[in-house]
């Protein structure tokens, strides 16, 4: 039940209604203070303060201070005159329930426009910002497209200068080229006439003696062609060469190669080979997809998702004969020796699936770890607790469990 505070003083001029109203020892928020131009409210549990106001006022500029202990009011009228009283008398519960509902309904439809209002401002808000933050990309975009296409004028002039410095240079390596190729000709000829000069001295030494001695005897006269022609050298007789080169596996130059790789890798090609022909009686039989191991791997892992243990033993031993260098063929055999209670053979494949994944990397982190789950419970299952120990040991430290 609340209690009504009847306590309060209030004065007025023509323009507006002060209206005091003592709170003491009550805290007073703006939550707690209800108005309509016809209506005032004050809700402070278990007081309350509320009157049907003698004339309309403007609530929108009506305010409200609380300090001291005192809700001080400024309300201003919508019409200048002096109020009578500050609360109509004489009203009834019925006028005073439809009072308070008709205020509250002013103050609910009051609000929504105030949301709607507040909505709609909003959305031109974010237009704006919208429409700005696209000029401003725009004007991004026009300035990056602008220096893109400074940087492709400037890019083009160098391209453009480059090329006629290149030309040029061609230019000047071809003239150059050619004056050497005319000095080579010119020193060609002159050692050609040089070697004809030689070749004919001797002979003109000749037609001169014997020139002498037909004018000695009389019997020929100056102009008798008695001279030799000039004899030249024979051309040189073909040959051919045989070049023999060392017989090589690699397309790659011996230079270029790496031969201890190479050698590696032959020896691994040939050891895989004696392996294949060394089971190639026991694999005749077997499909195309079944000479595959990732194949034989996939299919003993459904094996062992359904509970067919052996089935998946089989599948795994297949696979390792075909590719033993496969770490995952070891490890699903080692979960399989596990559950068929085969336990040191569960260790020997847990121990052969850690050599293979050496070096210990990130990427093969969780193989190792379950290989060590996998040794570690089967030494476990033997009662060998020290070694199980010690493998729980080297993987709960690297991992950072302590």
């Known amino acids: ?73 400024t309300l201003y009228k919508k019409e200048a005159a002096m109020w009578e009283s500050l609360a109509v008398a004489n009203v009834n519960k019925e006028e005073l329930q439809h009072l308070r509902e008709n205020a509250v309904l002013k103050a609910h439809e009051k609000a929504k426009e105030e949301t709607e209002a507040k ?40 391209l453009e200068l480059w090329r006629s410095q290149q030309n040029d240079v061609e230019k000047q390596k ?18 050609k006439r040089e070697k004809i000069n030689k070749t004919r001295i001797p002979h003109e030494e000749i037609s001169k003696t014997k020139l002498k001695d037909t004018k000695g005897r009389g019997s020929s006269s100056i102009f008798s062609e008695n001279l030799k022609e000039e004899q030249l050298p024979a051309p040189r007789s073909a040959g051919t060469i045989k070049i023999n080169f060392t017989s090589r596996v690699f397309p790659t130059a011996l230079r270029e190669s ?21 089971d190639l009686s026991e694999l005749e039989d077997l ?63 847990s121990s052969k699936a850690l050599e293979l994944l050496t070096p210990p990397v990130p990427d093969n982190e969780n193989a190792r770890v379950k290989a060590y789950v996998r040794r570690g419970t089967a030494f476990c299952q033997l009662e060998l607790y020290a070694e199980g120990r010690t493998i729980y040991w080297l993987i709960a430290v690297p991992l950072g469990f302590f």
């Not at 031109?124 to 004028?153: C, P, S, V």
């Not at 062992?304 to 063929?329: E, I, M, S």
């Open 258 to 278: 790496r031969v201890a790789e190479e050698e590696e890798w032959l020896q691994k090609q040939a050891e895989a080979r004696r392996t294949i022909s060394a």
């Open 119 to 158: 909505k709609v401002t909003k959305q031109e808000h974010k237009k704006y910002a919208l429409e700005a933050t696209m000029k401003l990309e725009e004007a991004e975009r026009k300035r990056i497209e602008d220096l893109k296409e400074q940087e492709r004028q400037k890019v083009t002039k160098e």
């Open 1 to 73: 039940m609340p209690l009504w505070l009847r306590e309060y003083s209030w004065r007025q001029s023509g323009a507006a209604v002060y209206l005091s109203l003592p709170v003491r020892g009550l805290r007073v928020t703006a939550a707690n203070i209800f108005c309509t131009e016809r209506y005032l409210k004050v809700s402070v549990p278990p007081f309350l303060f509320e009157a049907v106001l003698y004339a309309p006022i403007d609530e929108t500029n009506s305010t409200a201070k609380i300090g001291n202990g005192v809700v001080f009011f």
């Open 174 to 191: 071809r003239v150059q080229k050619n004056g050497e190729l005319h000095e080579e000709v010119e020193q060609l000829k002159e050692k």
């Open 287 to 349: 499909k195309e997809e079944e000479k595959n191991p990732d194949w034989l791997k996939d299919k003993g892992n459904k094996m062992f998702a359904t509970g067919d243990y052996l089935a998946a033993v089989n599948a795994y031993n297949l696979a390792v004969r075909l590719n033993n260098k496969l770490p995952l063929l070891y490890l699903n055999r080692a979960a399989c020796h596990l559950k068929l209670r085969n336990l040191h053979k569960a260790i020997e494949d």
